[in-house]
């Protein structure tokens, strides 16, 4: 397996922002759905977002109101997850995902996986070893 490289978290203020960054080789399979995940002690891991990359679709988890951006840049084999206006509640450790999915599966088919099971953790198969992002008031 080839494990993603991640960097970017750090200690902000309330308020602050963070870029999250998660590279990928170029040797590795191709990342057809790709997401971010965080988790604090005693709490399960969460979704936070996911790129489809066939369709450039977005997902989000409600709760983050429009203050993260997942986006991906592949002439630099990396994906971004921005984080703006950060709250306290938003430090945990932060994990970026990915799923290559068959090359058998059609962009639509494909597509339909990521849009239904981007917020199970079960559905990515390569995990970047965690960022932890803390947020002070």
């Known amino acids: 397996q080839v494990q993603p490289v991640e960097s970017g978290g750090g200690s902000v203020e309330a308020g602050g ?15 057809r759905c790709i997401g971010w995940f965080r988790q604090v002690p005693g ?15 977005t997902y989000y988890d409600d ?34 995902a990915a799923e290559p999915y068959s090359q058998l599966l ?7 996986r990521c849009e239904n099971n981007w917020r199970s953790a079960a559905s990515f198969t390569y995990w970047g070893q965690g960022t932890q992002v803390t947020v002070s008031s």
Do not use: H, M
């Open 43 to 57: 709490k399960e891991r969460e979704a936070v977002a996911a790129f489809y990359t066939g369709t450039r679709t």
């Open 17 to 31: 922002s963070l870029r999250l960054s998660c590279a990928y080789s170029a040797n590795a399979a191709r990342y």
């Open 63 to 96: 709760s983050l109101e429009s203050r993260f951006t997942i986006s991906q840049d592949n002439t630099k084999n990396t994906w971004y997850l921005q984080l703006n206006g950060l709250k306290p509640e938003d430090s945990a450790l932060y994990y970026c």
């Open 106 to 112: 059609s962009t639509a088919a494909a597509g339909i």
